[in-house]
């Protein structure tokens, strides 16, 4: 999977009846605002105030502890002062306004990003319809998803008083993993969808910049395209082909049937839809008020 959103911007009800459990009911996760006109350093302070500190705390340190090596947390923790030099603005302001909001160290607040970056999974499907609308869908699964469902939040970058963009990411991450820059393109990962017909891309990249560009190509039969985290020119291992699953139920749903209902059903296909998966979201960048995110996971 590809890196999180840097250039863009920048986390149930339970019923019962007979002695037995329902399945838990997906919920929208919790709508935030950060102003792009305050200062970085301050604009994640509203939203911290809706959670817990010392919860918040305990996550942090679960986090990089289950995903942190100890030897590297001793390497980043004398370097963290220097953040300025190997982390752009705005991202080291934010970090170091919600470290100290919190408590916690310079250290493992940057740990804490890393963490992100470094253990994600996913599931992204771009697909175009019958009559050329886009639909772009994607699973989120992670490790401690316990936790993550918690702090999963929606966010509306507001800048002079309009959505200059939104996304969905878990407090304390600094970038998207998941957006959209409305009436231009949605993005999760390494997979974009444009506005117009034929604009859903999957681009793989490496550090260097993309290494593969796989558009759709709807006139040759190709309406949609699904991307997990195995190039899609390898064959994905057995034990975690959710591929396949997805490319099943895309042909039973069939291309005059997409849309964002039929999309999130297809999202929820087992094992498209697993035990790590923390959040679903169905975008479409042409219909910006249509974004939806669920929490997959019991809060």
């Known amino acids: ?83 300025e030099l190997f982390m752009p603005q705005p991202f080291a302001g934010e ?5 100290r909001a919190l408590g916690i160290s310079l250290g493992d607040g940057v740990l804490l990003n890393f963490a992100y970056e470094s253990t994600a999974f996913c599931t992204s ?32 970058f507001i800048r002079s008083g309009q959505i200059a963009y939104q996304g969905t990411t878990f407090l304390g991450y600094v970038g998207l993993w998941t957006g959209q820059s409305p009436h231009k393109f949605t993005i999760s990962g390494d997979e974009r969808g444009g506005v117009s017909p034929k604009e859903g891309m999957v681009i793989t990249r490496n550090r260097r910049g993309p290494a ?34 997805a490319i099943r139920a895309l042909n039973a749903t069939g291309q005059q049937n997409i849309n964002f209902d039929t999309l999130f059903k297809v999202l929820s296909v087992k094992p498209v839809l697993n035990n790590n998966t923390v959040y679903t979201t169905v975008m479409s960048a042409a219909l910006p008020d249509k974004y939806q995110t669920w929490i997959r996971r019991e809060k």
């Not at 459990?21 to 809706?50: G, M």
């Open 1 to 83: 999977m590809g890196r999180g959103l840097w250039g863009l911007r920048g986390l149930l009800l339970l019923l019962c009846g007979a002695g037995a459990a329902a399945p838990a009911v997906p919920a929208a996760p919790l709508r935030c605002n950060v102003s792009l006109d305050s200062p970085a350093e301050q604009r994640w302070l509203p939203v911290l105030r809706r959670f817990d500190p010392a919860f918040l705390r305990a996550a942090v340190a679960r986090v990089i502890d289950v995903t942190v090596p100890k030897w590297v947390h001793q390497v980043i923790r004398p370097i963290a002062a220097e953040l």
């Open 212 to 245: 593969d560009l796989w558009p759709l190509d709807p006139l040759g039969g190709a309406w949609f395209r699904v991307e997990t985290n195995y190039d899609h020119w390898t064959t994905p291992p057995p034990f975690d082909d959710r591929r396949t699953a």
């Open 95 to 99: 970090i170091l306004g919600m470290c």
């Open 125 to 156: 499907i771009v697909a175009q319809d019958d009559r050329g609308n886009i639909y772009h869908g994607r699973n989120l699964d992670y490790d401690f998803v316990d936790i993550l469902s918690k702090i999963t939040i929606d966010v509306q």
